[in-house]
């Protein structure tokens, strides 16, 4: 296939959605130029604007915590629909002693290296909030019933310091919690595992080329960023090099080994 062929084909792709069942090259190519402009869309409640350019620079102002559902594409681990809660300066300088969110550095365990102008929660799979009990409607919740543990990536922005992004860690503390029949009578779910968040995660990969800009007024906010480095990879990616060594791998199907037929008596 010849190059002007395939970047005819990428273009359908991209512009009338690309489904299942096209080859790997194809949707290589999709998740590359979604990778060059990361978006989404939310709803919730706060006030605030923050922009980034790099993890080196990462400014904002916010007037209260930001909580909100958000729609749209972070990266490629962060996307579809997930939960988010965000605190910005100066409002992180007050907002413990009026709802306790866990950028407190008594909380978080974070290097705080800097002032925290731009602290992030995101939640991609809430297990305790669905399956089980939640103290509040509002994230982040340090601990919950549920069978399966959250999936949660938390992230601390400044300015020159490099900003700082790690997993959380999700601990069964349910057999330290006393009998099980006592446990019980508190109506815990049957089955359930009581998870505790843990702040000694591994660090997770920061966007090294984001420039980004996040605004959030009252119930609606948006996110709108531009990855130029992603943006060679999927321009070179049409031409078969993959730059950044993220391409999709070629699905492997077993082939069951043809055994000859025993002879006959």
């Not at 990428?10 to 512009?15: D, I, R, T």
């Not at 029949?181 to 009581?194: D, Q, Y």
Request: charged share 20%; aromatic share 12%.
């Amino acid at each position: 296939m010849t190059s002007w062929v395939r970047l005819s084909v990428l273009s359908l792709l991209l512009f009338s959605g690309a489904c299942a069942g096209v080859d790997t090259y194809a949707r290589s190519r999709v998740a590359d130029f979604k990778d060059v402009f990361p978006w989404s869309v939310a709803c919730g409640w706060g006030i605030g604007l923050s922009m980034q350019a790099t993890p080196l620079f990462e400014l904002g102002v916010g007037l209260t915590t930001i909580h909100s559902n958000r729609w749209g594409y972070d990266d490629r681990i962060v996307h579809g629909v997930w939960r988010e809660s965000v605190v910005l300066f100066p409002y992180t300088l007050w907002n413990q002693a009026l709802e306790p969110d866990p950028q407190h550095p008594e909380t978080t365990g974070f290097p705080w290296t800097a002032i925290p102008i731009v602290y992030r929660w995101q939640i991609f799979r809430d297990g305790p909030g669905i399956e089980g009990q939640r103290n509040r409607n509002l994230e982040p919740n340090f601990m919950g019933w549920g069978r399966h543990p959250p999936i949660v990536r938390e992230s601390l922005g400044a300015f020159i310091f490099p900003a700082t992004r790690r997993w959380v860690d999700f601990t069964d503390v349910r057999k330290d919690q006393g009998d099980p029949g006592v446990l019980s009578i508190l109506g815990t779910p049957e089955r359930a595992t009581l998870w505790e968040a843990r702040r000694a995660g591994r660090p997770a990969a920061r966007a090294w080329d984001l420039f980004e800009v996040d605004f959030f007024a009252l119930v609606v906010g948006a996110r709108l960023g531009v990855r130029p480095v992603e943006a060679v990879d999927f321009v070179l990616g049409i031409f078969g090099v993959d730059f950044l060594k993220d391409d999709l791998p070629e699905p492997h199907v077993n082939v069951p080994e043809k055994k000859p037929l025993p002879a006959a008596s």
